[in-house]
């Protein structure tokens, strides 16, 4: 209406109390550019990261997060490694990620995550009940000190039916959070759905 004035920027908490920025903005004099990556299973999440990572020009690190549990996410580890470039470096993190991404940081980087779901997952299962809040709070405070470029790649599970083990639920619960606040916080969301990105903030990819 006329004459009021505009409401103040909004801020989000990655951390819930201990992380306030404005939303979309970062301390520091250098900037660094985030995007988040989500969508379901083989919805083209990693392809678009590798696309966007290639493009960039810049100096590429990929953190991957998976184990090797069994067999199978054995056999699917080796086929993501025989496809990716091959000037990549490549970190193997599945706990500590807040610290791994500034130990890689600089401004002529391109970090990428792959991912945030199997991070989480390996958190939930840790045998200390506390380290997910930990590895949380430390992400934040790195998200916050990053200079380079920053994908994070995610798969959206909260678009299907409430899961019926305690755990599930509270991993669907603690994704959907953090990609509300991670949302909040990038220059860019984009949702893959079927190989198509579907642009939520920010540039079309």
């Not at 979309?24 to 392809?47: N, P, Q, V, W, Y």
């Not at 996410?73 to 791994?100: F, K, N, Y």
């Not at 506390?130 to 790649?153: I, K, P």
């Not at 599930?168 to 860019?188: I, N, P």
């Amino acid at each position: 209406m006329g004459g009021e004035e505009p409401p103040p920027p909004r801020t989000m908490d990655l951390t819930f109390g201990s992380f306030m920025v404005p939303g979309g903005c970062r301390d520091g004099d250098e900037e660094m550019a985030m995007h988040l990556i989500l969508g379901g299973a083989r919805s083209g999440k990693s392809t678009l990261a590798t696309r966007l990572a290639e493009a960039s020009g810049r100096q590429v690190t990929l953190i991957v997060t998976a184990r090797a549990e069994d067999a199978e996410m054995a056999t699917r580890i080796e086929r993501h490694r025989a496809s990716r470039p091959t000037g990549w470096q490549v970190i193997e993190e599945p706990l500590a990620l807040g610290e791994t991404l500034l130990r890689h940081d600089g401004a002529d980087r391109f970090l990428v995550v792959d991912c945030l779901t199997l991070w989480l997952t390996n958190l939930l299962l840790d045998a200390n009940p506390t380290r997910y809040q930990r590895e949380r709070q430390a992400l934040s405070a790195a998200l916050n000190q990053l200079s380079g470029e920053l994908v994070l790649v995610s798969n959206e599970t909260g678009l299907g039916v409430v899961p019926m083990g305690a755990l599930s639920r509270q991993f669907v619960d603690e994704s959907g959070w953090l990609h509300q606040e991670l949302a909040r916080l990038a220059d860019r969301v984009t949702l893959m759905v079927a190989g198509l990105p579907i642009t939520l903030k920010g540039n079309t990819p």
